[in-house]
């Protein structure tokens, strides 16, 4: 396997298509061979020894390529996946999977007929230490079963940073602070309590007033029970992440998230071990901070070793991020009057 390598493209060369050439270069894998982006069709724009496109219809046909990673907006990542999959190619594709849930479901279609190829989505979350860590503490046993959930994601307004108009266009995102940034909490909450058969909510853009929410409240179940409290928000002000976890024995503080734009605060890991009958409500906690995110870098190189060693992928497949997405519009149709405003379907 020491001179295996995959040859790869990168559809979409914003933010999020930048941060992870970083990581696809670093990996002994991978072999950058093209990048593409429509607004290359503009600009001047030249790189030695990579092919530079601004259409990936071309890309993907005229290169004798082994996966791509799909970094594009919402309404035009499903295009790029499903062409991408009849090419056989292998593909890495950034969150949410489209506009909706009939994105993903004919993605999946399409996938079935295509058993050998990986098709893997970002949820880079899952692969931050303090959520691993989390993870690895209530699969131990050690504190009990989960109770409930309370999850809080922040941002301080619908377009912050130097990011493009598009996410707040209902035509191209399809959704808003909820699709963008709190389909992260919703996929954690799955990831530490599973399915939620049950969801009441509200959503909201009374504040920003754009064709997407900027505010989603939600209190939903699972078949076993566990509650869980949502709320994505981009009237926050500030920037916020939070995860509370309680179970039988104790309770899980996840607090802050490490970020590119380090906006989120120090990333924590409270630990609560308690005796509910007897340490009178001071038990005792231990706090680990973390310095580092592995988290893109470590989902880039599982990536590629689902597709080295053919493994089965384990984080984002493509039934998390139907289900992922199921539970998004579940907390969208949840609310009638949204559901009737947009016209909504699971």
């Not at 993605?107 to 993870?135: C, P, Q, T, W």
């Not at 963008?180 to 058969?197: P, S, T, W, Y």
């Not at 893109?296 to 689902?306: G, L, R, S, T």
Request: with cysteine; glycine share 6%.
């Amino acid at each position: 396997m020491k001179n295996f390598k995959i040859r790869v493209a990168i559809a979409g060369m914003g933010v999020v298509g930048k941060k992870r050439r970083l990581y696809i270069e670093k990996n002994t894998y991978f072999e950058l061979v093209a990048i593409c982006d429509i607004r290359f069709k503009d600009a001047l724009h030249n790189e030695k020894g990579i092919k530079v496109y601004f259409d990936h219809k071309k890309m993907i046909k005229e290169l004798n390529l082994d996966a791509i990673f799909v970094c594009v907006t919402n309404d035009i990542a499903p295009i790029v996946v499903t062409e991408s999959l009849k090419k056989g190619l292998h593909v890495f594709c950034e969150k949410p999977p489209g506009k909706d849930v009939q994105d993903i479901e004919k993605i999946i279609e399409i996938e079935k007929k295509f058993k050998g190829l990986k098709l893997m989505y970002g949820f880079n979350h899952r692969f931050h230490d303090s959520v691993r860590k989390a993870k690895s503490i209530i699969e131990s046993g050690d504190l009990g079963k989960i109770i409930n959930l309370n999850g809080v994601y922040g941002k301080s307004k619908i377009i912050t940073f130097n990011q493009d108009d598009w996410r707040k266009k209902r035509e191209i995102s399809g959704g808003g602070v909820l699709l963008d940034q709190g389909i992260h909490m919703v996929d954690l909450m799955r990831f530490f309590a599973g399915e939620f058969n049950e969801v009441n909510s509200f959503v909201s853009n009374s504040f920003w007033k754009y064709d997407v929410e900027d505010n989603a409240y939600a209190l939903m179940k699972t078949k076993l029970g566990i509650v869980a409290i949502l709320h994505s928000s981009a009237t926050s002000w500030r920037h916020r992440f939070s995860l509370s976890i309680a179970l039988e024995k104790g309770a899980l503080i996840l607090s802050g998230i490490l970020s590119g734009s380090k906006s989120y605060g120090s990333e924590t890991l409270t630990v609560i071990k308690s005796d509910p009958f007897n340490d009178n409500g001071d038990p005792s906690e231990t706090v680990y901070k973390y310095n580092n995110d592995p988290s893109w870098e470590d989902e880039v190189n599982e990536f590629a070793d689902c597709i080295a060693s053919n493994n089965e992928v384990t984080h984002g497949s493509s039934n998390d991020a139907l289900e992922t997405m199921k539970t998004v519009y579940r907390i969208y149709c949840s609310d009638s009057e949204w559901k009737k405003k947009y016209n909504l379907v699971i």
